[in-house]
């Protein structure tokens, strides 16, 4: 009896995580990913949305960053409303030519402290309405295409369900 009431469970587990997935993969159809900051060459693929002064983004970032030559970053930036250096940040990169290197500035704090005189980028405000339409309300959250995996925060196993670790 024991026995059968742990298959019951197993395969009800099995049935919620295939369920989850699928309905990650729904969820990805409707994000516009020619509207994000694509990064690196790779065949991986992750959808990142990031905040400019969120830690945690700051520390994944340092972790991908050496390996976009084997995965592609949809990146779309979240500023936060309490924090309104962050909107300054997010204006910089997504306006940006060398939207990398922007990237790489704001994330490696280069950035702090210095007064960004940036227009209202309209990428920016875009972004802002896909991250509220999945309900991302916390950065980092990542989406690895593929595997349709969720990881939310920063996750040193990210670089792993990448395959490139």
Not at 66 to 92: C, G, M, Q, W
Not at 119 to 146: M, R
């Amino acid at each position: 009896m024991r026995l059968l009431m742990l298959f019951f469970i197993a395969v009800n587990l099995i049935m919620a995580q295939d369920l989850y997935k699928e309905y990650i993969r729904s969820q990805v159809k409707d994000i516009p990913l020619k509207k994000a900051i694509v990064l690196g060459k790779g065949k991986k693929e992750l959808i990142s949305f990031i905040n400019p002064d969120c830690g945690h983004c700051r520390k994944e970032w340092q972790a991908i960053k050496p390996h976009l030559d084997k995965v592609r970053v949809y990146i779309f930036l979240l500023p936060f409303k309490t924090f309104p250096e962050s909107y300054a940040k997010s204006n910089y990169i997504a306006c940006s030519k060398d939207k990398l290197k922007a990237l790489d500035e704001v994330l490696s704090g280069k950035m702090d402290g210095r007064p960004l005189q940036t227009e209202e980028c309209g990428l920016v405000q875009e972004h802002i309405k896909v991250a509220e339409k999945l309900n991302v309300q916390a950065t980092p959250y990542n989406i690895v295409l593929g595997s349709y995996k969720v990881i939310e925060g920063y996750n040193p196993k990210l670089l792993e369900e990448l395959g490139i670790r």
